[in-house]
């Protein structure tokens, strides 16, 4: 069975500074990806980015950038000029490739953004 | 266009009773999942619904079920509620079960007493 580990349940950034949230996965599928979602209080999960895990290229998407290790199976997301909208609860998600792929969760990082 | 409405927001029940959330997918989804958050075990996959038909299913007891109409609109279930059935649970809508990007709800916060 597929899993997903996030080992940091919180972290804390100062504003405009860069925080790195870890994640590893584990799995037998050579088609999958995986994501970075994010949780404000708000309570609604927003897709901040994704890896097919056929491309060698990290993703980036303007401030968010993933480091994809296939072979360690790691994936953790970098946020640069942390803002104060930033600080939410971040998911780290794994789905496997085709139809019948629902999404696995792991644990959450809860990222605190300091003024 | 309109995301993913959940509703309702919030709803408190009493054990035993059952309990029907709704779930209205972006305007062309034909692909319907629901999810339970808890503190405890986290975010966990209940089912999937496509064109009306159960795709694919996640490790719930059979208390928990689910349908999707012709408008890809989609209900979940729960009967006999315990109060380890507190929880968020999120829809998420994609235009088809291909499609990687998931589109989430604000959820519907169950509290059972």
């Known amino acids: 069975a597929q899993t997903v580990t996030q080992s940091q349940p919180e972290m804390s950034v100062q504003e405009a500074e860069t925080v790195t949230l870890s994640c590893t996965y584990d799995t037998s599928e050579s088609d999958y990806y995986l994501f970075w979602y994010k949780q404000p209080p708000s309570r609604q999960m927003i897709l901040v980015i994704r890896?097919?895990?056929?491309?060698?290229q990290n993703a980036t998407e303007n401030r968010f950038s993933v480091n994809f290790q296939k072979a360690a199976k790691s994936f953790s997301l970098k946020i640069s000029d942390s803002q104060l909208g930033d600080a939410a609860m971040y998911f780290c998600?794994?789905?496997?490739?085709?139809?019948?792929?629902?999404?696995?969760f792991g644990k959450g990082t809860k990222l605190s953004v300091k003024p | 266009k309109a995301g993913v409405t959940q509703t309702p927001r919030y709803l408190i029940k009493t054990r035993g009773q059952q309990v029907t959330l709704s779930c209205s997918p972006i305007s062309g989804h034909r692909s319907v999942s629901w999810y339970q958050q808890t503190p405890g075990q986290g975010l966990q996959f209940l089912f999937e619904?496509?064109?009306?038909?159960?795709?694919n299913k996640g490790n719930f007891p059979g208390r928990f079920s689910g349908r999707q109409f012709s408008n890809s609109r989609s209900e979940m279930n729960v009967s006999t509620l315990e109060l380890g059935d507190s929880a968020l649970y999120l829809c998420?809508?994609?235009?088809?079960?291909?499609?990687?990007?998931?589109?989430f709800g604000q959820g519907t916060r169950l509290t059972v007493v």
């Open positions: 890896q097919e895990a056929y491309k060698q």
């Open positions: 619904y496509f064109s009306e038909t159960q795709r």
């Open positions: 998420a809508s994609r235009d088809s079960p291909m499609n990687t990007e998931a589109f």
């Open positions: 998600a794994y789905r496997r490739g085709g139809s019948q792929g629902n999404l696995i």
